[in-house]
């Protein structure tokens, strides 16, 4: 990655990120405003951000994490190089659905982050993995052993992890050939006078902001098809069926929103937290409801297909059965 400059720490600067706040993050403190739209870092690392000179207000340091924001400020975030990790097994509960010697598959909750990075050193999925789990791919190296997909720190669902090298490159492969299949549920903002909507747009990382991607001509390839499975008229929100045939990063959030169906939680891709029921936004808890709840691969070994199937985990099956309670109300 390219070194844009030095820090006045000395650190080097990686990257330059800015963000404009919204008319919805009125108010907020600069270090939640931060946690909201780049979610790679913990709340505590972007705070010690703040107080080392790293964030910048209209151009001019800030180091008051508490600072409350206006709308159209411009907020400048200078991303420093990285420290080594120590990544350190961890007993945090682990949702295993299969295990055998060669990989096993998970539920990743909502709020978990995946692996390691600056601010989450811990408590991601990969300090649960090193606890309980005996043997890791290598690969990924010593920050993502075992990790041969993601899925966002707000997104929960189905997750497949390698156990050994061989199945880690296997597995690889099949997601390159895209031979993987994988469907989601999304509960979105808006109502689609549609039933089936194949989107066939290629995404790049936005212009402006680099931690956000959009649908760009010069982007990489990526296929989403999208049934409607449910509308909830009165309130303006539909449970859709998502396929991915690709697996772009943000590719659902962005295909969604590009059809102007925001997903609901999603305030990086245009979801509006006062365009919904406030009991809604506390049954949500801060995550996307996004579900990657059907999962189907070939064992890199036995040469059988595995499908796994789960239903609604919380807080997706709190959220969409209170849609369907104030749908009713609103009858």
Not at 98 to 127: A, M, Q, R
Request: net charge neutral; with cysteine.
């Amino acid at each position: 990655m390219e070194v844009k400059f030095m820090s006045q720490s000395g650190s080097r600067i990686l990257e330059t990120l800015s963000f404009e706040v919204q008319e919805e993050q009125e108010g907020i403190r600069l270090d939640q405003f931060l946690s909201l739209v780049y979610p790679d870092f913990s709340r505590s690392y972007h705070q010690r951000l703040i107080e080392e000179g790293y964030v910048l207000l209209e151009g001019f340091e800030v180091r008051k994490p508490s600072k409350k924001l206006k709308v159209g400020q411009k907020v400048t975030l200078l991303v420093p190089e990285p420290e080594p990790l120590d990544v350190l097994p961890e007993d945090i509960p682990l949702h295993t659905l299969y295990e055998d010697e060669h990989l096993l598959v998970i539920i990743k909750p909502c709020g978990l982050v995946v692996h390691p990075s600056p601010g989450y050193t811990s408590g991601t999925l990969v300090n649960s993995l090193l606890y309980h789990v005996k043997n890791l791919s290598s690969i990924g190296g010593v920050e993502r052993p075992g990790i041969v997909h993601r899925l966002d720190k707000n997104t929960m669902g189905l997750m497949v992890v390698a156990k050994t090298d061989l199945a880690h490159r296997n597995l690889t492969e099949q997601f390159k050939e895209r031979r993987v299949e994988k469907f989601y549920r999304a509960l979105v903002k808006g109502l689609p006078d549609w039933d089936y909507k194949l989107v066939d747009a290629p995404i790049g990382r936005h212009a402006v902001d680099r931690k956000r991607f959009a649908i760009k001509e010069e982007g990489k390839p990526a296929r989403s098809e999208v049934w409607v499975l449910e509308r909830f008229q009165r309130q303006e929100i539909s449970l859709l069926k998502v396929k991915i045939h690709t697996g772009r990063t943000h590719q659902i959030r962005v295909h969604l929103s590009s059809l102007g169906l925001p997903i609901l939680g999603d305030t990086t891709y245009r979801f509006k937290r006062n365009s919904v029921d406030k009991r809604l936004l506390d049954a949500m808890d801060e995550c996307h409801m996004l579900l990657s709840y059907h999962l189907a691969f070939e064992h890199p070994s036995e040469k059988v297909r595995l499908t796994f199937s789960i239903k609604d985990p919380e807080p997706f099956k709190n959220t969409l059965s209170l849609v369907k309670k104030l749908e009713e109300e609103l009858s």
